[in-house]
T-cell receptor
Framework: EDQVTQSPEALRLQEGESSSLNCSYTVSGLRGLFWYRQDPGKGPEFLFTLYSAGEEKEKERLKATLTKKESFLHITAPKPEDSATYLCAVPNNAGNMLTFGGGTRLMVKP | GAVVSQHPSWVICKSGTSVKIECRSLDFQATTMFWYRQFPKQSLMLMATSNEGSKATYEQGVEKDKFLINHASLTLSTLTVTSAHPEDSSFYIC?????????????FGPGTRLTVL
């Protein structure tokens, strides 16, 4: 059974204080790993897809990396508007279902 | 591209009534659509998967007679909560996978908040 674990559950940062969010996964065969951002009361917003170990993707202050066991979402010099819950997910073998981690709730204070 | 809309964004209904939620892919054709529910401070739980023109596949523990899913076209799926009760109150989110899009990537709608009184 696929498992996805995110840590920490919650993270408080000061504006400009860089940090990383972790997503550990156990799957029988990795088809990809997805990162989403979810604001309160809204659906998840797609950020990145990573398909193989060593791959990196960047978008503004966010950078996602992937190893064979985990993925990191690095946030450089975060701003208050980066505050949200960040979710990672992996598809099953058939690619027709996503298993989500519990999410990391990020709060960036000015 | 890859915009998914849901309607309504919120709904309040009386116990025993039925509620229909629409999910539309606005700028792409969706080979597969998914329905999730999310409780406060919890992650998304997949309810069912639907492919256009075929019956939905429900996850274990989800009552197919209570949560009716219709995927009538490549851009529209509906979820009907029949005889809703207060325990059905939740945040319902749909997602869609784009035909020819990045492998396995799902794009999510904004969600529908259902409150059953």
């Amino acid at each position: 059974e696929d498992q996805v674990t995110q840590s920490p559950e919650a993270l408080r940062l000061q504006e400009g204080e860089s940090s990383s969010l972790n997503c550990s996964y156990t799957v029988s065969g990795l088809r990809g790993l997805f990162w989403y951002r979810q604001d309160p009361g809204k659906g998840p917003e797609f950020l990145f897809t990573l398909y193989s170990a060593g791959e990196e993707k960047e978008k503004e202050r966010l950078k996602a990396t992937l190893t064979k066991k985990e993925s990191f979402l690095h946030i450089t010099a975060p701003k208050p508007e980066d505050s949200a819950t960040y979710l990672c997910a992996v598809p099953n073998n058939a690619g027709n279902m996503l298993t989500f981690g519990g999410g990391t709730r990020l709060m960036v204070k000015p | 591209g890859a915009v998914v809309s849901q309607h309504p964004s919120w709904v309040i209904c009386k116990s025993g009534t039925s509620v229909k939620i629409e999910c539309r892919s606005l700028d792409f054709q969706a080979t597969t659509m998914f329905w999730y529910r999310q409780f406060p401070k919890q992650s998304l739980m997949l309810m069912a998967t639907s492919n256009e023109g075929s019956k939905a596949t429900y996850e274990q523990g989800v009552e197919k007679d209570k949560f009716l899913i219709n995927h009538a076209s490549l851009t529209l799926s509906t979820l009907t909560v029949t005889s809703a009760h207060p325990e059905d109150s939740s945040f319902y989110i749909c997602s869609a996978r784009r035909a020819g899009g990045p492998k396995d990537t799902q794009y999510f709608g904004p969600g529908t908040r259902l409150t059953v009184l």
